[in-house]
């Protein structure tokens, strides 16, 4: 399999990531009406709603001039204007750090993948002064981030390198539902914020999964 992304991959994932959070928008809404603000769902269905329409009308992201940093900073500031709430500037803040790290080029391999994925990381941790088991997205995040970049410093091809940050991902999904919030509304509640699972690291885990499954396939975005 090929060692690099293309843009076309990078455009399905996002796409690909709309259509995931309108299938979970009701999810994450639930989720959320536990500890927080019930809206997380339809704030992260605005947004993306958002973006997949500008990602269609663009067309092919070569034509319409971008490389792969300036194609993550046009969904930065996509994301930032349309998600409401707190997620907006946290996944702006990701793809706008994840942009200033990644090549000026129409590819990147998995070593530069993981580089930019630890820069989108340390933007969301800069933004919500969240740390692991603070019950956040961070937490599917984090681990996430550190097995891609073990994967990729063994050589590991990309799609293996993406299943192993998705396995990790889902974990840490999994591990907020025995934390006590320390950050957000959800803090509020104390010890009673323990046993649910966190909407922020929810969205997060299907952010991981859906680049697992586009840049593991090649062509054109469907």
Not at 27 to 43: F, M, P, Q, R
Not at 97 to 111: E, G, K, N, Q
């Amino acid at each position: 399999m090929s060692q690099q992304i293309t843009l076309a991959q990078l455009k399905r994932w996002l796409l690909r990531y709309a259509d995931r959070i309108d299938q979970e928008a009701s999810y994450l809404t639930e989720l959320d009406a536990a500890i927080g603000d019930a809206d997380h769902g339809v704030n992260m269905q605005q947004g993306m709603h958002k973006l997949r329409q500008r990602l269609l009308n663009m067309g092919d992201p070569n034509d319409a001039g971008l490389d792969v940093s300036g194609f993550l900073r046009m969904t930065a500031m996509t994301l930032i204007s349309s998600i409401g709430g707190a997620a907006g500037p946290l996944y702006g803040s990701f793809f706008l750090h994840a942009a200033r790290t990644a090549p000026h080029a129409a590819t990147v391999d998995v070593t530069e993948l993981a580089d930019l994925f630890r820069s989108g990381l340390t933007g969301v941790r800069q933004r919500g002064k969240a740390r692991p088991d603070d019950k956040t997205m961070i937490d599917a995040l984090e681990p996430a981030v550190a097995a891609l970049e073990q994967a990729a410093a063994t050589g590991a091809e990309i799609p293996e390198a993406m299943a192993a940050a998705c396995h990790a991902a889902e974990q840490g999904m999994l591990h907020t539902i025995g934390l006590e919030a320390r950050k957000g509304r959800a803090s509020y509640l104390g010890p009673r914020s323990i046993g649910h699972q966190d909407p922020g690291a929810t969205s997060a885990y299907l952010l991981i999964q859906t680049a697992a499954e586009a840049f593991s396939e090649n062509g054109v975005p469907e």
